[in-house]
Each structure stands twice: as C-alpha cells, then as structure tokens.
C-alpha cells in the first residue's frame, strides 16, 4: 500500500484552468507558453505543481514509457488510460491528448470517433494530431465536431521512417517550404496552436509572422511562442541518445536508482524495516498469543470449532 499524494502549497489554488483563449492571450502578449508531457498521475502531478500551461499525454509514452524504439506501436486504449489518470492528477494545465498512429488517418469519422473517446473517457480538452497533407482534412473534421485541435510539423515520428530517421527537418528549401505549407493549412483548418519539432531555429524565425496561433517548439529555437519538452527527458529519465533539442534539468534516472539500491541493501542487511516503521501492539496481547501458540492451539484450526 502506499499513500495518495496531497496537493502541496505550490498548487496555487489562486491560479486560473487554462484555456484556449488564455493561450492566444498569451502569445498576443508576448508571454511564453510552458508545456511539458505526462503519462501517468504523479508526472502530472509534478505538472500541476511546477505551474506550467500545457500538459500533453505524448505518444512518446511509446518510447519513454512502455519501451518501445517509435511512438507508432502505442494505441487508443491505452492513451486513454494513461490521459485519464493524467487527468485526475491536474487542475490548472491544459490537457491534451496526442492522436496516436492508426486513430485518425482512416476517415474523418474514425478521426473524430477517436477524438471523443479522448474527452468522454479521458477528459482531455483538445487532441493534437501530426502532419499536415490528408492530416489537415481530419484536423478541420475534428475541429468542426467542437474539439480544439493542435497540429505538429516539422518533425512528426509517427511518420519518421518516411522522414528518412528522426531528423531535424526543413533544412533544405524545399523542406522548410513544406513546414509553412503545412502549419499554414492547418491554421486554416481551425488548429487553435501547432508543435513545431526539429526545425533549424532560424526557419523558425522567418515563419513565425506568418502563423497567427500559438506556436509551441521542440527543437525549433527561441522565437517560438512556448517550448515543449518530454517529462522523462527533461528530468533525465531517459537513458542512451537524447535529441539535440534536449536539455536535462536533473538527473533522476541515478537518484532512482540509487534509492532502490539503497532499499535493496538495507533488505539484504536486515536494516529495514527500522523501529519508525513497523506498528506498535500492546505488548501484554503478545505475550498472550505467544502463550496460546505454544498451548499448540493451532492444532485446532478455528473452523473446526
Ligand atoms: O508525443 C509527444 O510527446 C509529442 C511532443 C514531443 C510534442 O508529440
């Protein structure tokens, strides 16, 4: 058993849900978006906690948490799954939900059946999906249904085997060309904001005039409207490569591990559990157990009574 955790002082109970109008507000005012990832309840927790804007259920929880190397194997149930427990650790971020491969490409029915199933069960507030090309008629579908839709360009790992690896993209002028196209189209279709992942900083900053909702940046450099990084990786939960748009602002994949190898030692060595974390017992009822035992009374079982 272990206990629930309880919201702390820095919730700030004072500090608005955010919404989308919030956001647009935010980027009109020229105040930067903070979006991290979450998996689970107690990574959005730590969201909750730490103030930021945006909370996504990435389908990077693929790689960063079920172990595979691409986001594509994930699916809808278990997005759902992991979004609704999300959920249940915020108050103030905005939730949204990443389509994960397989959920949207199908039709514009199937796209927003899957979107639904996002917020009925999950309670997410909007869905993000990537690509532009056929991925902005579904965008448009799922907006027109009432779901705010986020779009991504640039680097899009459902689609990274076609993208020739995950590679930085619009380095090229025809790559950069496609990313405008795409994140214009988009907007067009009703995004209320669009990820731009892996983009050289500068392609980012001669597009950046033409995008008139929010635009939040992996790896596209500072001009950006908000930056979004993956909860694992930001923490240093992560081992092996990391994308160069990563930076590690603790290391707990080593505090981790050293605390279970600290509990493992002190197992092996019979140092735990310690005196502050057993029960206490009235210790005339165990002297009076032990004499019952050694009456060899459990020759009798109770049931047999
Ligand atoms: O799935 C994910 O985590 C993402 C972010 C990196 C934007 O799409």
Redesign the pocket.
């Known amino acids: 058993m272990s206990t629930h955790p309880q919201p702390t002082q820095s919730d700030r109970p004072d500090r608005e849900p955010v919404t989308l109008p919030r956001l647009a507000d935010m980027k009109a005012n020229g105040q930067p978006i903070v979006?991290v990832?979450a998996y689970d309840f107690p990574s959005a927790r730590v969201a909750e906690e730490a103030g930021v804007d945006i909370v996504?259920v990435?389908?990077?929880?693929a790689m960063v948490v079920l172990g595979y190397d691409a986001?594509t194997p994930v699916g809808m149930d278990e997005m759902v799954t992991m979004a609704s427990a999300v959920r249940r650790g915020l108050r103030t971020p905005l939730l949204i939900g990443?389509m994960p491969f397989g959920s949207y490409e199908r039709s514009n029915e199937h796209a927003i059946e899957n979107a639904q199933r996002f917020v009925r069960e999950a309670g997410v507030a909007a869905v993000?999906l990537?690509r532009g090309g056929p991925s902005v008629e579904r965008a448009r579908a799922i907006a027109s249904s009432g779901i705010p839709v986020m779009g991504?360009v640039g680097l899009t790992?459902q689609s990274a085997s076609a993208l020739g690896g995950f590679k930085a993209q619009g380095k090229t002028l025809e790559s950069a060309k496609q990313i405008a196209h795409d994140a214009h189209e988009l907007q067009a279709a009703g995004c209320f904001a669009i990820?731009f992942?892996a983009v050289p900083a500068a392609v980012t900053e001669a597009l950046m005039p033409h995008i008139h909702v929010p635009v939040?940046g992996?790896g596209a450099g500072l001009s950006t409207d908000g930056q979004?990084?993956?909860f694992h990786d930001l923490l240093g939960m992560t081992m092996g490569h990391s994308p160069k748009f990563v930076k590690r602002y603790a290391e707990i994949h080593e505090r981790m591990v050293d605390g279970v190898r600290c509990y493992a030692d002190d197992v092996r060595s019979r140092h735990f559990p310690d005196a502050d974390h057993v029960y206490a017992v009235d210790q005339d009822a165990v002297a009076e157990l032990r004499s019952y035992l050694d009456q060899g009374s459990l020759a009798t079982a109770p049931w047999d009574w």
């Open positions: 979006m990832t996504l990435g389908d990077t929880a986001t990443d993000k990537e991504h790992p990820v992942e939040i992996i979004v990084l993956v």
